[in-house]
C-alpha cells in the first residue's frame, strides 16, 4: 500500500534536473526537519543521509526520479510526474472530491488553484516510510517541487498546504 505527497502545479516541473534537486537537497537542515516529523534521533537522520541518492528514471507510470536511502533493499521513493491532460482532469477530480471532507479557510483558494493546474507530481511513499526519514525526505522534495510549479501539497494526512516565502503554510486539513 502507499502513502503520497502530491503537488498540483500551475506552473510545469518537467524541466527540473537531478542535479536541481540534489542541490536544494543540500543545501537542507535534515535534523530540524526530522524532528518537525517526530524523529529525534540524530542517528537515524545520518544513516539515511550517508545513503542518500537521487537518480534519474524513466519507469512506467510517469515515474522520473527515484529517491533512496537507508539499507540496500529499502523501498524507494518514486517520484511521478504526470502532464497528459486526461491524467490531470482524472487527478483534479479526485483532490475535489478529497477537498469535500476537507475544512479550513483555504478551501476556496485551493478549489481555484486545481483549476489552473498542468501538471502533478506525487510521491510514493510506502505506508512504513511514514514513520522513518522516507516522510521527511518526500516532505522537503515535495515543498520544493511546489515552490518551481507554483504548486499546492497534499500531504498523505489529508492536510493541503502552500509555499509562502519558502514556507509552507496549511491550509485546510480533512477532519
Same mark, same amino acid.
Given at each position: 500500500?502507499?502513502?503520497?505527497?502530491?503537488?498540483?502545479?500551475?506552473?510545469?516541473?518537467?524541466?527540473?534536473?537531478?542535479?536541481?534537486?540534489?542541490?536544494?537537497?543540500?543545501?537542507?537542515?535534515?535534523?530540524?526537519?526530522?524532528?518537525?516529523?517526530?524523529?529525534?534521533?540524530?542517528?537515524?537522520?545520518?544513516?539515511?543521509?550517508?545513503?542518500?541518492?537521487?537518480?534519474?528514471?524513466?519507469?512506467?507510470?510517469?515515474?522520473?526520479?527515484?529517491?533512496?536511502?537507508?539499507?540496500? &533493499?529499502?523501498?524507494? !521513493? $518514486?517520484? %511521478?510526474?504526470?502532464?497528459?491532460? +486526461?491524467?490531470?482532469?482524472? *487527478?483534479?477530480?479526485?483532490?475535489?472530491?478529497?477537498?469535500?471532507?476537507?475544512?479550513?479557510? &483555504?478551501?476556496?483558494? !485551493? $478549489?481555484? %488553484?486545481?483549476?489552473?493546474?498542468? +501538471?502533478?507530481?506525487?510521491? *510514493?511513499?510506502?505506508?512504513?516510510?511514514?514513520?522513518?526519514?522516507?516522510?521527511?525526505?518526500? &516532505?522537503?522534495?515535495?515543498?520544493?517541487?511546489?515552490?518551481?510549479?507554483?504548486?499546492?501539497?497534499?500531504?498523505?494526512?489529508?492536510?493541503?498546504?502552500?509555499?509562502?516565502?519558502?514556507?509552507?503554510?496549511?491550509?485546510?486539513?480533512?477532519?
Amino acid at each position: 500500500m502507499a502513502a503520497w505527497f502530491t503537488v498540483y502545479c500551475s506552473r510545469s516541473v518537467e524541466h527540473v534536473t537531478v542535479a536541481e534537486i540534489q542541490s536544494e537537497i543540500n543545501g537542507w537542515d535534515f535534523h530540524t526537519a526530522a524532528e518537525m516529523y517526530g524523529i529525534d534521533s540524530d542517528e537515524v537522520v545520518d544513516q539515511a543521509l550517508a545513503s542518500l541518492k537521487l537518480d534519474r528514471d524513466d519507469g512506467t507510470d510517469g515515474v522520473r526520479f527515484r529517491l533512496t536511502y537507508g539499507q540496500p &533493499g529499502f523501498r524507494p !521513493i $518514486l517520484i %511521478h510526474i504526470w502532464s497528459d491532460p +486526461e491524467r490531470i482532469e482524472e *487527478e483534479r477530480e479526485e483532490a475535489e472530491e478529497r477537498l469535500a471532507r476537507v475544512h479550513g479557510d &483555504g478551501k476556496e483558494v !485551493i $478549489l481555484s %488553484h486545481l483549476g489552473r493546474i498542468v +501538471e502533478v507530481v506525487a510521491l *510514493e511513499l510506502g505506508l512504513g516510510q511514514l514513520e522513518d526519514m522516507g516522510v521527511v525526505l518526500a &516532505g522537503m522534495v515535495s515543498e520544493y517541487l511546489a515552490r518551481v510549479g507554483d504548486g499546492l501539497i497534499l500531504d498523505p494526512y489529508n492536510g493541503w498546504w502552500a509555499i509562502e516565502n519558502d514556507c509552507p503554510v496549511q491550509l485546510a486539513r480533512a477532519e
